[in-house]
């Protein structure tokens, strides 16, 4: 589960083979990006972090809220139940699709997230009103942004483990789950023409890979159909210092889930935990990183996307860069014109003398 509370979710890996040497190809495909540091960076300092993304292969980058519950607001909304939000910084969303677009990324928008009775679970009548703002915050994000074609989807933040849809209450089950959060949702954003993306959790700790799966297929044959299912692998995850999920076994589980999601053609991802199970806020070591990538890709996933933008620290993009270099004898010609493109266009940047500091793994020019 994507927690401490407010603890967000990250990028185009080569598998390291012996630590820091030879690599073979093998991508992360993207990022996730919750707002808690980059909401306050500049529209230049986006723009270049997203140039770094998109260099290293992370194309697919999650906006995880539009809005937390009186705390969060990313987006300019005028919408009466999110005014009371404490942090209002509302051009997380323009200036993040500005930079998506100048550096060729693709931009998933996450809806309204209340976690006060989320891991309860919520009761009919909150499932219901949770659906009606997030249909409302979709709404309103259309209308705003709705012509843009660097978006690619909408993201659903509300996070799902089956364990709290397990009969915890005669309400709450997988059922309920579906008919009066996960269908509506899914249905309006469809409606749209746009893309649905989920990320559920789970814990081995507390079921099987028999369990899960059957819970899914629980929740599809209700009639929930996203387009895309990244299941988080939960390797980085732990409670009380057990953790969520081992190398070792998480495969069983993601092939769990790729089985189900192929049963009712729904998309399987893989969303990759990029920090180290005892440290939420320190990056994971390059072999642990390669093996859930690895198992991920052995798993089925189409795309593996990683948590998160605010975990890799300072030097978090510097490190993959290092670990990791993005392999480019796969490039097709259209990418390989754009970067020529580019080029022409700007130059090399890099044999101009600019200074920079560092913001979120990002190199951003002072303003000096």
Excluded at 110 to 128: C, K, R
Excluded at 187 to 202: L, S
Excluded at 206 to 214: G, V
Aim: glycine content about 6%; overall charge negative.
């Amino acid at each position: 589960m994507h927690v401490t509370q407010f603890l967000p979710r990250c990028f185009s890996f080569a598998l390291a083979l012996g630590g820091f040497g030879v690599c073979a190809a093998a991508n992360l495909d993207g990022v996730f990006d919750a707002g808690w540091t980059t909401a306050y960076q500049s529209a230049d300092s986006l723009t270049h972090m997203h140039q770094r993304l998109h260099e290293l292969g992370m194309e697919q980058v999650v906006l995880q809220y539009a809005a937390v519950e009186k705390t969060h607001l990313y987006y300019p909304s005028q919408l009466d139940f999110l005014q009371n939000t404490q942090y209002k910084n509302n051009q997380l969303f323009p200036k993040s699709i500005d930079a998506a677009k100048a550096a060729g990324n693709k931009i998933w928008l996450g809806l309204y997230y209340d976690g006060e009775n989320w891991y309860i679970p919520p009761t009919i009548s909150q499932l219901d009103t949770l659906a009606a703002r997030n249909i409302k915050v979709l709404d309103e994000l259309h209308a705003l942004y709705g012509n843009e074609t660097v978006i690619e989807g909408v993201y659903i933040p509300q996070e799902i483990a089956r364990y709290y849809w397990d009969g915890l209450r005669a309400d709450a089950t997988a059922a309920a789950l579906a008919t009066h959060f996960l269908i509506p949702v899914t249905r309006a954003v469809q409606a749209k023409g746009w893309k649905v993306m989920t990320a559920p959790f789970y814990n081995q700790n507390l079921e099987t890979p028999e369990k899960l799966q059957a819970f899914f297929e629980s929740l599809f044959a209700t009639g929930f159909k996203p387009d895309i299912i990244a299941v988080q692998e939960g390797v980085g995850a732990s409670d009380a210092g057990k953790a969520h999920a081992s190398t070792a076994t998480v495969g069983n589980y993601e092939r769990a889930v790729a089985k189900v999601c192929s049963q009712y053609g729904i998309e399987f991802w893989v969303d990759m935990e990029l920090f180290r199970t005892d440290d939420l806020h320190t990056l994971a070591d390059s072999a642990r990183l390669s093996a859930q990538l690895d198992t991920a890709l052995a798993a089925g996933a189409s795309k593996v996307i990683a948590y998160d933008l605010a975990v890799l620290g300072n030097a978090g993009l510097d490190s993959l860069e290092k670990w990791f270099p993005r392999d480019t004898s796969q490039a097709t010609p259209i990418k390989e014109r754009r970067a020529q493109r580019k080029t022409q266009k700007y130059g090399n940047l890099y044999n101009k003398e600019i200074r920079y500091y560092k913001l979120n793994g990002a190199r951003v020019k002072t303003s000096e």
